[in-house]
Every structure is written in structure tokens, then in C-alpha cells.
């Protein structure tokens, strides 16, 4: 059973500039969710999606957006990026308990972003 | 709002030694409590996971306990090696599930 995909997996990109990241969830799994980590701030959510509808939000800015396809396949993406944007950003696919699933996080193994 | 906090932030100790990571939280009402291994610059990957109903979970030589009253998680790493050196977090899902805390890790580093 393949794991959850990321790509792509290294980026730079440049102040104002913007990116979109893909995340492909095991196969079955229908949340998807997505952080940020940095040195400084450690792991922090930025939003879940489950049936192409987003359920929870963390605490960034609108420049953060992200959608999910009827496939499960997620994007994120960062409009107008600031240096502090550069982090590594992992996402998390879950089955839903219920459904055969103990509701275990498996992650990705993430998309390094670095904005100049 | 649920706050993960894990402690020590940094632990190296000589290979073949038993070792205890500690996580603490402090809103009792979970829906389950997840341990994770971070390698440099990797994606996190599962350990153990306990449903609240649970006290505890092994697989080979983890075991993780939890102790819902008091907020609190154990990690118990048996027979320590170098590859174990590794960042170490724990992830507190909570009752609306859509939602997981995690602590800033504890830095693993096993001494050959």
C-alpha cells in the first residue's frame, strides 16, 4: 500500500512569488491535512480537508489556501510568499474511524520550501 | 485550547540504556494520543497510537502509556541504540478529531 506522497519535495522561490504544493493521501483515506514546520515554531496546523470540503482552519493568513479533489489528492498554496514562509510543509492523510480505520496520522515526507 | 508539552527538549544517553520520554497535556478529553519519529529533514513517521480507551501500546521495543487523568503519555524505549537517535513527538487528537496538538519533540540522541 503506497504512503502519502508530497510534491514536490524541494522548492525555491522568490519574495512575492507563489507556490503550490501537492499531497496525495493513501488510498482510502479521505482527510487530508496540512503543517508547517520551522525551527522556531515547531508544527503548526494550517488546515484539513475531508470530501473536497475544508472542516478546520489554523491560525494563518489568507495567503495560505488550500483545496481537495474528489480523488482525495490535495494542493496547498501560498500567494505573494515572505521570507518567513520558508518551512518544511507535511501533510497528513487519516482514515476515519468507523470505517474500518483507527483514525492514525500517516504523513508524507514533505515539500521544503525556501523563499529568497 | 489543548497544549502538548513534552519534556526534556533534548536527552542523549549511552546505547543499551531503557529511556522514558514524557508528554503532558492539558485537556483530558481526547480522542486518542499518537507518538512519532522525526529523522533531519523527514517527515514524521508513526509509532505507536493509544485510543482513549486504551492504557497502553507496545511494538517491539516501544511502549507507550497513557494516563488520561493526569494528562500525561509515556514513551518507554527499551535497550537503546544509535538508530534510535531521532526527534520524538507526541499528538494529542482531540474530541472533535478533526484536530491534532503536538508537542516541540524531545532531540533522541543514543551514544554508541
Known amino acids: 500500500k503506497a504512503g502519502v506522497t508530497q510534491t514536490p519535495r524541494y522548492l525555491i522561490k522568490t519574495r512575492g512569488q507563489q507556490v503550490t504544493l501537492s499531497c496525495s493521501p493513501i488510498?482510502?483515506?479521505?482527510?487530508v491535512s496540512w503543517y508547517q514546520q520551522t525551527p522556531g515554531q515547531g508544527l503548526q496546523f494550517l488546515f484539513e480537508?475531508?470530501?473536497?470540503?475544508?472542516?478546520n482552519k489554523g491560525n494563518f493568513p489568507g495567503r495560505f489556501s488550500g483545496r481537495q479533489f474528489s480523488n482525495s489528492r490535495s494542493e496547498m498554496n501560498v500567494s505573494t510568499l515572505e521570507l518567513g514562509d520558508s518551512a518544511l510543509y507535511l501533510c497528513a492523510s487519516r482514515g476515519m474511524d468507523g470505517q474500518g480505520n483507527t483514525g492514525e496520522l500517516f504523513f508524507g515526507e514533505g515539500s521544503r520550501l525556501t523563499v529568497l | 485550547k489543548q497544549e502538548v508539552t513534552q519534556i526534556p527538549a533534548a536527552l542523549s544517553v549511552p546505547e543499551g540504556e531503557n529511556l522514558v520520554l514524557n508528554c503532558s497535556f492539558t485537556d483530558s478529553a481526547i480522542y486518542n494520543l499518537q507518538w512519532f519519529r522525526q529523522d533531519p529533514g523527514k517527515g514524521l513517521t508513526s509509532l505507536l497510537l493509544?485510543?482513549?480507551?486504551?492504557r497502553e501500546q507496545t511494538s517491539g521495543r516501544l511502549n507507550a502509556s497513557l494516563d488520561k487523568s493526569s494528562g500525561r503519555s509515556t514513551l518507554y524505549i527499551a535497550a537503546s541504540q544509535p538508530g534510535d537517535s531521532a526527534t520524538y513527538l507526541c499528538a494529542v487528537g482531540g474530541l472533535n478529531f478533526n484536530k491534532f496538538y503536538f508537542g516541540s519533540g524531545t532531540k533522541l540522541n543514543v551514544k554508541p
Open positions: 488510498s482510502g483515506h479521505r482527510s
Open positions: 480537508y475531508f470530501s473536497e470540503t475544508q472542516r
Open positions: 493509544i485510543q482513549s480507551s486504551q
